[in-house]
RNA sequence: GGCGCGAUAGCAAAGCGGUUAUGCAGCGGAUUGCAAAUCCGUUUAGCCCAGUUCGACUCUGGGUCGCGCCUCCA
C-alpha cells in the first residue's frame, strides 16, 4: 500500500484516489523566461518518478504540469530583450523541453500554458466575485479577500494573526487587507497588447495564483488527487490556489500535497534571487545526465540536495558500478515480476514514499548478486526495477565509454593502443604493456583486463 | 518575531526500539604477470542533557547548531 507525506496532514498517510483506479496529478512547472537550474531539475525528475511509480503500480494516471507563460518577470525580460512575450516563452519552453528530455523525464500528459486558459480563469474570479470572496479595488486589480475565507492557512499552518506580526508584508492600499492577493492585475498604460486581455473589470492579466486553480479544475476536475511542486512553493502559492479553488467551487480542492526539498550550495538553498544557481545545461556539459538524475534520486525527495563537484563525482562512480555489473551479464529485457525478494524490497521503498534512496541501495545489492553469479535472470531483473526510476536503460558499454571531451583519445586510436598491448603482453613484454595502460589512464581511459580479452572505460 | 524541517561513520545517504543499510574512500585477503574490475572479510556512526524501556541512533521533554517559509522563487 502506497503512503504518501501528505503536507496538508504534515504526516504519511496511504493513498487513496479518489476514483479506484485512477489518479489526477498536477504539478506546479516553470516560469519560462530563463533556462532551468539544477531546482528545477529536481522538481521535474522527483514528479516524473513519483509518476512512473503510480503507473507502475497500476493506476492509470493524468499527469498536469502547467508552464507559467505570462508574469512580471517575464514582461520584464522580454522588455530588455526587446522580443515578444511569445518568442521569449516558445525559446525557454523549447529549452526546458531539451533539458528535461536529456534527464529522462518523461511528458506530461497536459502541459497547460497560462496564456491558453485566460478565459476560465476570468470565469473563475467571477465565481469568487458572486462568493463575496473577490472584490475589485480603487486601482482596478480585483483581490482575493483572504479573510472571507475561512480555511486560509490550513496548508502552510500559518495564521492570519501569525502573517501579520511577520510584517514583511507589503502595504498596498488598495488592498481590504495586506494579505489579500491579486486575481486579475489592470493593464498599465505602459504594457504591450500582447499582455492585456479584456475582461468586465477592464484589460489586464492573471495574478500567478489564479492559473493553476483554473487549469487544474479544466484538466482534472474540481477535486483531484495529487498537486506537487518545491517546498517554496506551499506558501503563499498553494495556500492561495486553496483559497481560490475551493473558495469558487465550494468543494475539496486537493487530498494530497507533496513538496519536494530543495537544491542547496554551499549548504544554502540554490535560487535565482541568491544567485547561486547552476543551469542544468551547465551541468550537462561536465556530467552525464543520468548521473545527474541519479544524484537526483539518491536523496529522498523531501530532504535537501546539496550540489558540488565532488557529490556528482561520488553519483558517477556509484552509476558505474550498477553499469559495470550489467556490462559482464547480457540482460533481456523483462517486464517487472514483483515477486521476488530484491522487487519486494525495491516495492516497498517506492510505497514509503518514494523512498528512491532506500530502493537504490536495493538495486546495489541485486548489483552484487549479479556479479557473483553472473545470472542473466538476476541482470534482467536489475534493469528492470532501474527502468521504473528511469535508470540503466542504455547500453552498458556506451554508458561506460560514453563521455568523451574534445580532443580526447577516439575509439579507433583507443583500440589501436590496446591492440600493440596486446601483442605486448604476448611476448611477455610487460614494460611496454604497463606503458601503454599508462598512457591510457593519463587520457582518461581506464584498461580491464578478462580472460576474453581487454575492454575499457573512461574515467 | 511567527511557523516548519533537519542534525547518522572520512564523504554522501536510508531503514529500524534489540539482529550487515547502501555507494564512495580506507584496511586485509582472493583473483591478476602487475593493475583495473569483481568477490570475501573488515575499520570509522548516530549533536548535547534528561526521561520512558529489560534494552534507544530509533519514542518523549529540554537545550545547541544548521536550513527553510513568512517577498518573486522548483
Not at 479584456?198 to 474540481?222: F, I, N, Q, T, Y
Not at 563525482?313 to 521476488?340: E, P
Request: with cysteine; aromatic share 10%; net charge negative.
Amino acid at each position: 500500500m502506497l503512503k504518501i507525506y501528505n503536507t496538508l496532514a504534515r504526516d504519511k498517510q496511504e493513498f487513496r484516489p479518489i476514483d479506484v483506479s485512477k489518479v489526477r496529478m498536477y504539478v506546479c512547472g516553470m516560469t519560462v523566461y530563463d533556462y532551468c537550474h539544477l531546482g528545477h531539475a529536481r522538481v521535474m525528475v522527483v514528479f516524473d518518478v513519483v509518476q512512473r511509480w503510480l503507473r507502475a503500480s497500476g493506476y492509470d494516471v493524468t499527469y498536469v504540469r502547467n508552464i507559467t507563460d505570462i508574469d512580471d518577470k517575464i514582461i520584464k525580460r522580454a522588455a530588455e530583450n526587446r522580443e515578444s512575450i511569445h518568442a521569449l516563452t516558445q525559446r525557454f519552453i523549447d529549452a526546458m523541453h531539451e533539458d528535461a528530455d536529456a534527464l529522462g523525464v518523461q511528458r506530461p500528459d497536459h502541459e497547460p500554458r497560462a496564456t491558453q486558459y485566460i478565459p476560465q480563469m476570468l470565469d473563475m474570479v467571477a465565481q469568487l466575485e458572486q462568493n463575496g470572496l473577490a472584490y475589485q479595488a480603487a486601482d482596478g486589480d480585483v483581490n482575493y479577500a483572504v479573510r472571507k475565507f475561512d480555511g486560509y492557512g490550513k496548508l502552510s499552518g500559518k495564521s492570519l494573526e501569525d502573517l501579520r506580526a511577520g510584517e514583511r508584508v507589503e502595504v498596498d492600499s488598495n488592498k481590504h487587507d495586506p494579505l489579500d492577493f491579486v486575481l486579475w492585475k489592470h493593464a498599465r498604460p505602459d504594457e504591450a497588447a500582447e499582455v492585456q486581455w479584456d475582461s468586465k473589470w477592464g484589460k489586464g492579466r492573471p495574478g500567478w495564483h489564479l492559473e493553476c486553480s483554473a487549469m487544474g479544475s479544466e484538466l482534472l476536475g474540481k477535486h483531484f488527487d495529487i498537486h506537487g511542486g518545491g517546498a517554496d512553493l506551499q506558501f503563499p502559492h498553494h495556500e492561495n490556489e486553496i483559497a481560490q479553488s475551493e473558495g469558487a467551487h465550494q468543494c475539496q480542492y486537493v487530498n494530497y500535497w507533496m513538496h519536494n526539498g530543495f537544491v542547496r550550495v554551499d549548504n544554502e538553498k540554490m535560487s535565482k534571487s541568491l544567485g547561486n544557481f547552476f543551469t542544468i545545461r551547465e551541468v550537462l556539459k561536465k556530467y552525464d545526465a543520468e548521473v545527474v538524475r541519479f544524484f537526483i534520486l539518491r536523496a529522498h525527495y523531501r530532504s535537501p540536495l546539496n550540489y558540488s563537484d565532488a557529490h556528482l563525482d561520488d553519483a558517477k562512480g556509484a552509476l558505474t558500478r550498477l553499469y559495470t555489473a550489467l556490462k559482464s551479464v547480457t540482460a533481456q529485457a523483462a517486464a517487472v515480476g514483483w515477486n521476488g525478494d530484491y522487487a519486494l524490497r525495491f516495492k516497498d521503498a517506492m510505497d514509503d514514499d518514494f523512498n528512491t534512496a532506500e530502493a537504490l541501495a536495493v538495486l546495489f545489492d541485486l548489483a552484487n548478486e549479479v556479479n557473483r553469479t553472473q545470472s542473466p535472470s538476476a541482470a534482467a531483473e536489475l534493469k528492470s526495477l532501474a527502468g521504473v526510476l528511469g535508470l540503466l536503460q542504455r547500453d552498458p558499454q556506451e554508458f561506460l565509454q560514453g563521455g568523451a571531451g574534445a580532443g580526447g583519445l577516439d575509439d579507433a586510436a583507443i583500440n589501436a593502443l590496446i591492440e600493440s598491448r596486446i601483442a605486448a603482453k604476448k611476448t611477455k613484454d610487460f614494460a611496454e604493456a604497463d606503458r601503454i595502460r599508462k598512457d591510457l589512464l593519463e587520457a582518461g581511459i581506464v584498461l580491464e583486463d578478462t580472460p576474453n580479452g581487454s575492454t575499457w572505460r573512461r574515467a
